[in-house]
């Protein structure tokens, strides 16, 4: 079975910083695209930033300039520095991933349980 796991989240006043964490774990062959979403309450999930397996970065225009989408092939791990953080930003975040389970099974996407994000103005 394949698990995203994220950590990181918290409380924080504005104008802080955060670093969100998202291991893959279980039978992985291999990792494609790797995101982070987020979820307010009453709203959409919307995507926050997107990182393909050659490190092509994708950034929704609220957080450009403010966070950082990266990963590490050999950790299954991908990251998300949040800098600059507004009350807006406040919101559930889930990490995605494509994850090919094995040589034989093709790419399936999975979503990790979420971790709570709070910037106090």
């Known amino acids: 079975q394949v698990q995203l796991v994220e950590s990181g989240g918290g409380l924080v006043q504005a104008g802080g910083s955060l670093r969100l964490n998202c291991a893959a774990s279980?039978?992985?062959?291999?990792?494609?695209?790797m995101g982070w979403y987020r979820q307010a309450p009453g709203n959409q999930r919307e995507l926050v930033a997107t990182?393909?397996?050659?490190?092509?970065?994708k950034y929704a225009d609220s957080v450009k300039d403010r966070f950082t989408i990266s990963r590490d092939n050999t950790k299954k791990t991908v990251y998300l520095q949040m800098n600059s953080l507004k009350p807006e930003d406040t919101a559930v975040y889930y990490c995605?991933?494509?994850?090919?389970?094995?040589?034989?099974?093709?790419?399936?996407?999975?979503w990790g349980q979420g971790t709570q994000v709070t910037v106090s103005s």
């Open positions: 995605n991933a494509d994850i090919k389970p094995s040589f034989y099974r093709r790419i399936y996407n999975y």
């Open positions: 279980g039978s992985i062959f291999s990792i494609n695209d």
């Open positions: 990182i393909s397996g050659a490190d092509s970065t």
